[in-house]
């Protein structure tokens, strides 16, 4: 399950996907980011708060294992995320977090992630803290295919963090 407002965060879970053969589900935020858009998705995320989402599908029933990705926004899962955590029914759910960031460490987004999910009776095998966009003109955008490689090398961590906590 992933939220991706620029993109690279999609191209990662899809690398993953594929490698792991594991269900893509994208969540899609009918707040739109332009204008004030982003101001109150940024206030959401500050203070915490959920969102609305299109269409949301919360059902993971159907899913022993399930991996949680989002980009980081200061320091926080983006508010998609923490709307489908609050809504999914995640007791007992072996959950692995991957947090998407402009910076390779963002240890409080994992915490505040885990935290959550616990809070909602998952519990988290492991998390991966891996590289998007970074958010700066002048930096050198990695390349699509970049990205899904980047999604295909996290599948070993990925299925070992499930394996060690059957
Ligand atoms: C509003 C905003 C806030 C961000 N804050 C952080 C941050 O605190 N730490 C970080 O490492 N990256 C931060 N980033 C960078 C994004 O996490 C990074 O570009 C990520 O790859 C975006 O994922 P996406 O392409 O799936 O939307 C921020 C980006 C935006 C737009």
Redesign the pocket.
């Known amino acids: 399950m992933?939220?991706?407002?620029?993109?690279?965060?999609?191209q990662?879970a899809r690398g993953l996907a594929q490698a792991t053969g594991g269900t893509l589900r994208e969540l899609v935020d009918s707040r739109r980011m332009e204008n004030g858009g982003?101001f109150r998705?940024?206030l959401a995320?500050l203070l915490r708060l959920g969102t609305t989402l299109v269409d949301p599908d919360y059902t993971v029933e159907p899913f022993e294992a399930v991996v949680v990705m989002t980009?980081?926004?200061?320091?926080?899962p983006?508010p998609a995320v923490t709307t489908f955590i609050n809504n999914a029914v995640l007791k007992g759910k072996r959950v692995f977090i991957v947090a998407?960031?402009?910076?390779?460490?963002?240890p409080g987004?994992i915490a505040r992630l885990g935290k959550r999910l616990m809070a909602r009776g998952a519990s988290v095998v492991g998390h991966s803290e891996v590289?998007?966009?970074?958010?700066d003109p002048r930096a050198v955008r990695p390349s699509d295919q970049e990205l899904v490689t980047e999604g295909v090398q996290l599948a070993e961590t990925v299925r070992q963090a499930f394996e060690s906590q059957p």
């Open positions: 992933f939220y991706s407002r620029e993109g690279s965060t999609a990662i982003m998705a940024l995320t980009p980081v926004w200061i320091g926080n983006a998407v960031g402009g910076t390779a460490a963002n987004t590289l998007g966009y970074v958010p």
